[in-house]
């Protein structure tokens, strides 16, 4: 039988179920990942429904823009992202799950610091290769290639 855990940010405001089980926990070393200290359970997309709070969802995207990192508008923690790898898996912030013990599972680390810079202009402080002629890419935001919504 498949375990259901019930998540959801600081506030409240965003509750989600993830129905799966998972076999380890990541972490992930590109730029974003290390600024919020990001601890991950990998789901597939189908095991995570949003019960409350769509509406507070944000959005924010870098880069490709193929990664969506969503984060509540209202008290500002990082909940989950589709993955730009595994596009049809989330990687879920696990100290959002309720009562979740992030001991009983290995942690393995993932490598993000060589994904491909793709964006018209990435900032200095974000490692990875520069993909050559990126300006023009379509899905780029611009300066910086970040936005959230």
Avoid: Q
Avoid at 15 to 25: C, I, S
Avoid at 56 to 85: D, P, Q, T
Avoid at 132 to 138: E, L, M, Q, R, W
């Amino acid at each position: 039988m498949v375990s259901t855990h019930r998540g959801s940010c600081h506030c409240g405001g965003i509750r989600f179920t993830v129905t799966h089980d998972p076999a380890e926990l990541t972490t992930c070393d590109c730029s974003l990942c290390v600024k919020r200290n990001a601890l991950m359970v990998k789901v597939p997309e189908a095991a995570l429904r949003i019960d409350a709070g769509e509406e507070l969802l944000a959005l924010y995207e870098w880069n490709s823009c193929r990664a969506k990192h969503h984060f509540c508008r209202r008290c500002g923690i990082y909940v989950f992202h589709r993955k730009r790898a595994a596009p049809d898996h989330f990687g879920v912030n696990v100290f959002c799950l309720d009562g979740f013990d992030v001991t009983s599972l290995p942690v393995r680390a993932t490598e993000g610091v060589g994904m491909t810079l793709v964006c018209e202009d990435p900032r200095d402080e974000w490692p990875g290769p520069r993909a050559p002629g990126a300006a023009g890419i379509p899905g780029n935001a611009g300066s910086g290639a970040a936005k959230a919504r």
